[in-house]
Each structure stands twice: as C-alpha cells, then as structure tokens.
C-alpha cells in the first residue's frame, strides 16, 4: 500500500507561482513512478507531469517552460514547482504513484486526495 499526502495548493494570481508536494510512504520510494494529473469541473483527469524512479520526466504540452516534477528522494516527496501560472491552470491536482517490480513493470495506483489549486484575480 501507497499513501500520498498532497499539500500546497491555494490561490494564486495570474502569472504567480505555487509549489504542490506529494509526500509518499509505504513503499519503497526509489521504486516508484509518479506524476501529477488535475481535474477540472466537468473535465476528465488529465496528466500534468510524470516523473520515472530514475528521473526522467514528461509534461503535458501547455505546461511545458512553466512547471517543472522533481523528487527528493531523502524526503520521499515528489514535488511540481508551476510557474507563471494561468486561470486555465485551475483544477484539483493528485500525486500518482505506481510501484515498478524488479522487472520496471508497475504493479498498481494510488492516488493521493487532491489539492485545490485555483488561479484568479
């Protein structure tokens, strides 16, 4: 089992900057794939930004130059800094984790709860 803790979602102004963190226990962390997907009202759950256990990442177009996922792995946290943020960043953000077996084959999802990140003026 995979609990993820998300924090630092809020409100931020257009062309502001926010920090989500997702804090990962119960599996070994080194051996996960993560990433950060936010849904919208009336919008399916898209894919933000993932990040493999060795570092390599991808983003969703519209982010790319403005987000970036990096992970600690001393702190078992995956992180997306967002830049010069949009209205049209607005939406519940999760952390997704999925372990990889010895093979890098993913055994499973877990989802954290979702942190609100809303962009307004």
């Known amino acids: 089992q995979v609990r993820l803790v998300e924090s630092g979602g809020g409100l931020v102004q257009p062309g502001g900057s926010l920090r989500l963190s997702c804090a990962a226990s119960?599996?070994?962390?080194?051996?996960?794939?993560m990433g950060w997907y936010r849904q919208a009202p009336g919008n399916e759950r898209d894919m933000v930004a993932t990040?493999?256990?060795?570092?390599?990442?991808r983003y969703k177009d519209c982010v790319k130059g403005r987000f970036a996922i990096f992970r600690d792995s001393e702190k078992n946290t995956v992180y997306l800094q967002m830049n010069k943020l949009k209205p049209e960043d607005t939406a519940v953000y999760y952390c997704?984790?999925?372990?990889?077996?010895?093979?890098?084959?993913?055994?499973?999802?877990?989802w954290g709860q979702g942190t609100q990140v809303t962009v307004a003026s």
């Open positions: 997704y984790a999925n372990p990889r077996d010895t093979s890098g084959r993913g055994t499973g999802d877990y």
């Open positions: 990040i493999s256990s060795y570092g390599g990442s």
């Open positions: 119960g599996s070994d962390f080194r051996a996960l794939f």
